[in-house]
């Protein structure tokens, strides 16, 4: 279906499992290369929607003086936003809780900002799902946090997981950018940017 990417070493820069496995869904090959202490701070001004492409970009940037000419390279981020909120990873269980209880019985959007970089050519993009969660009671929240320590997810859930399962009464737009990589607009980009360029 993209054999017309064969000529790009595609790299996927997350530490992600979801991300891995998202990734994988589209039949491509691909290496996971990741570099250390890669900073994901950004300007104190910038809106709150254009975080996670702006970090995204900024990660992109990390990969370009150790870029061959013919690798194409892939990076994200994913930020939970509630009230003009940005919800990271939690710090711990309390900073978990408080999270969850933020979210509980109310609509958030989950962006993920992605950048897909060659040599010659850069493109960026986010995309954007709402999602709407339950009243959880504080029993649900503390079974979640206990079973499955979610300290390395943004907003602290996995909607994959349990918490999912059970706190999710809608949404709007892509599950799989809520699990971390917005796996259709890259195939798209794919597809109709890169597919189409000579390496």
């Known amino acids: 279906m993209l054999d017309n990417l064969k000529d790009y070493h595609i790299i996927l820069a997350s530490n992600s499992p979801r991300r891995r496995e998202l990734l994988a869904g589209l039949d491509i090959p691909f290496e996971v290369k990741v570099l250390p202490d890669i900073a994901e701070s950004y300007p104190a001004n910038l809106p709150v929607t254009d975080i996670a492409e702006y970090i ?18 892939i990076t994200a981020d994913t930020v939970v936003i509630v009230d003009d909120e940005v919800m990271g ?45 339950k009243q959880l009671s504080e029993e649900e929240i503390a079974h979640y946090i206990d079973c499955y320590r979610p300290f390395d997810k ?42 189409h360029q000579s390496v």
């Open 154 to 195: 943004a907003g602290a859930y996995g909607i994959q997981e349990w918490i999912g399962y059970i706190g999710v009464t809608a949404l709007q737009g892509s599950y799989f950018n809520v699990m971390g990589l917005p796996v259709q607009r890259i195939y798209s980009e794919l597809v109709n940017t890169f597919a």
């Open 56 to 73: 995204a970009r900024e990660k992109a940037d990390a990969y370009r003086q150790q870029m061959d000419s013919h690798d194409l390279i």
């Open 89 to 133: 990873k939690p710090v711990d269980a309390a900073d978990a809780r408080r999270m969850l209880l933020k979210l509980s019985g109310r609509t958030h959007q989950v962006t993920t900002g992605v950048c897909l970089t060659t040599a010659t050519c850069q493109r960026a993009f986010s995309v954007t799902t709402d999602v709407t969660f």
